[in-house]
T-cell receptor, first 114, second 110 residues
Framework: EAGVAQSPRYKIIEKRQSVAFWCNPISGHATLYWYQQILGQGPKLLIQ????????DSQLPKDRFSAERLKGVDSTLKIQPAKLEDSAVYLCASSHGTPNTEAFFGQGTRLTVV | DAKTTQPTSMDCAEGRAANLPCNHSTISGNEYVYWYRQIHSQGPQYIIHGLKNNETNEMASLIITEDRKSSTLILPHATLRDTAVYYCIVRETGRRALTFGSGTRLQVQP
């Protein structure tokens, strides 16, 4: 089966600009996650969707970050305006949504803010 | 979710078994132990998970102590491609988001 697809693979922007990342989860997966991974650290959850509803966005910096999952399939994560500290890899993952099933991750988008 | 403690780094000779320890002394009865790994420039990859019993799949074996306060991930015959950061994660039943720590950086030496 096809894995989690993310684009773009790399992005370089100037601070205060906006950027958007796209994720296509594995077909049939109800749960979708966005994680932020700063260099040298483990991934940190930003937001979790169940179908097209938000389950957990407690660690999402809502003043600048937004995410949506239209029709319960694809998702976009946006940053506006970007700061230097937003430089990181943004990982999308999906799972069936039933308890105790594993999550599958995409390759991520590496964002550099200059 | 219970906190986990892992060594920062480990080395293993190619062809030998790699044994990666994880301490989770505050684990509760309904929390599972998951292992993921992350090879350089890739997303995390699921390896295995378990609750009480030892588990084995085509990638690895998971040994959980009887008191569940620690576990060991075993890669039976490590190869250079197993060089990665390995994350031990404790997750409460029903919760779907994984909370990652810093993991163990495993270097397989030729």
């Amino acid at each position: 089966e096809a894995g989690v697809a993310q684009s773009p693979r790399y992005k370089i922007i100037e601070k205060r600009q906006s950027v958007a990342f796209w994720c296509n989860p594995i077909s049939g997966h109800a749960t979708l996650y966005w994680y932020q991974q700063i260099l040298g650290q483990g991934p940190k959850l930003l937001i979790q969707f169940q179908n097209n509803g938000v389950v957990d966005d407690s660690q999402l910096p809502k003043d600048r970050f937004s995410a949506e999952r239209l029709k319960g399939v694809d998702s976009t994560l946006k940053i506006q305006p970007a700061k230097l500290e937003d430089s990181a890899v943004y990982l999308c993952a999906s799972s069936h949504g039933t308890p105790n099933t594993e999550a599958f991750f995409g390759q991520g988008t590496r964002l550099t803010v200059v | 979710d219970a906190k986990t403690t892992q060594p920062t780094s480990m080395d293993c000779a190619e062809g030998r078994a790699a044994n990666l320890p994880c301490n989770h002394s505050t684990i509760s009865g309904n929390e599972y132990v998951y292992w993921y790994r992350q090879i350089h420039s890739q997303g995390p990859q699921y390896i295995i998970h378990g609750l009480k019993n030892n588990e084995t799949n085509e990638m690895a074996s998971l040994i959980i102590t009887e008191d569940r306060k620690s576990s060991t991930l075993i890669l039976p015959h490590a190869t250079l491609r197993d060089t990665a950061v390995y994350y031990c994660i404790v997750r409460e039943t029903g919760r779907r988001a994984l909370t990652f720590g810093s993991g163990t950086r495993l270097q397989v030496q030729p």
